[in-house]
């Protein structure tokens, strides 16, 4: 995504793969002859073929939505009136782009939080995203941009396998980068977010972003329709929110524009500028996260869902019966990291300051072990 004056941006979809049906037809035919001489044996049973169960396909997902007049809900007339009131703009253009929205009702569907009753399962999860399509295509990305990577890394002090570990999970190095409409899923999620318990705080989120959309438009005299990216409306290699583009996006190939779809150099220098003003720290010693014991008679469990960060001193996890085999660099703090794998055992590690600077990217345990251990095998991959 290019920001430029007077520049409108194209910007690829990435296509959707869509599970085939599997069907299977049989049809047989037989043909009685007469044996005149041969003595007449018993007719054996023909066999009985079981029905073969089509795999379903999976939903195919609506891009599109449907117009619908937004202006007539009172929510909406009072985000128009604040835009008005706190951005000057003028209240015909304002209008005009609101009757421009189509509602997405996939993006209200793809919100929602998974069923409850299936336990989460870390080794699945991460064969998702460690696997040898994005680690063939990290290699790639890592050796088209090792120079960049590695200025990052002097600049920022973030390691290049982090950033790379990061882009990869994110759109596998920009291969698949959303194929909605900005405007049309930030409206959508901002006036009708779905029944959950936090829902209020999520309508909120969405239209600050709504917000910020307009604002980056209008910045860079661009079309807000011309943005695309995913069903929560993050754009570009590493899906961005429109704020952050705002506020932590870097023209890293100093081209003077940042352009975090089409320019492999902003991507890298924006996340490693989102890391480090999310509390990355390039002199961090020791690893990002130990594998870790807990003793079977418990007493740690208070340090589970403490929150996302390093807060706890090796003291107090000790004399909770957190151990780990390794020795943690001294006076560094640590949080209690648990990674459930279904009906398997459950693995714990001690997460580092830096591990949980990566959860501020996205709020998930899972996430932020699976860009490190990506971002790990491109490495080994790659021989660095």
Excluded: C
């Amino acid at each position: 995504m290019k920001f430029r004056q007077h520049v409108l941006l194209p910007l690829f979809a990435s296509s959707l793969m869509l599970l085939p049906f599997a069907a299977s037809t049989a049809a047989a035919a037989s043909t009685a002859s007469a044996q005149k001489a041969a003595p007449k044996k018993k007719a054996k049973k023909a066999a009985v073929r079981k029905p073969v169960r089509k795999s379903a396909a999976a939903p195919k997902i609506d891009y599109q939505g449907k117009q619908v007049d937004l202006a007539q809900w009172e929510s909406v007339s009072l985000f128009a009136d604040d835009m008005v009131r706190r951005h000057g703009y003028g209240r015909e253009e304002i209008d005009a782009l609101i009757a421009k929205v189509r509602f997405i009702e996939s993006a209200v569907q793809l919100v929602k939080p998974m069923p409850a009753g299936k336990p989460k399962n870390w080794q699945v999860y991460q064969s998702r995203f460690v696997e040898p399509i994005r680690i063939n295509a990290g290699v790639r990305f890592w050796n088209a941009n090792a120079d960049l990577l590695a200025r990052a890394e002097s600049e920022y002090g973030v390691p290049a396998e982090i950033i790379v570990g990061i882009i990869g999970v994110e759109t596998i190095y920009g291969r698949d980068t959303g194929r909605f409409r900005v405007m049309d899923v930030l409206a959508t999620l901002a006036f009708a977010y779905p029944e959950t318990p936090n829902r209020e705080a999520r309508m909120a989120f969405f239209r600050s972003e709504l917000e910020n959309t307009l604002l980056l438009a209008r910045k860079f005299n661009t079309d807000p329709f011309s943005l695309q990216g995913s069903f929560a409306g993050a754009i570009g290699m590493p899906q961005f929110m429109p704020g952050n583009i705002l506020k932590l996006g870097v023209d890293f190939d100093r081209d003077g524009a940042v352009d975090v779809r089409d320019s492999a150099a902003d991507a890298i220098g924006s996340v490693a500028n989102f890391l480090v003003e999310h509390g990355w720290r390039r002199d961090q010693p020791g690893e990002l996260a130990y594998p870790a014991r807990v003793r079977a008679e418990g007493g740690w469990e208070k340090f589970i869902n403490a929150g996302l960060s390093a807060s706890n001193t090796q003291e107090e996890l000790a004399q909770a019966g957190i151990t780990t085999q390794a020795p943690l660099p001294a006076g560094e703090k640590f949080g209690l990291v648990d990674l459930q794998n279904g009906f398997e055992p459950t693995e714990y590690w001690l997460g580092s300051n830096n591990f949980f600077a990566i959860t501020q990217y996205n709020r998930s345990f899972f996430y932020a072990m699976s860009v490190i251990n990506l971002g790990r095998a491109v490495k080994l991959a790659r021989g660095a």
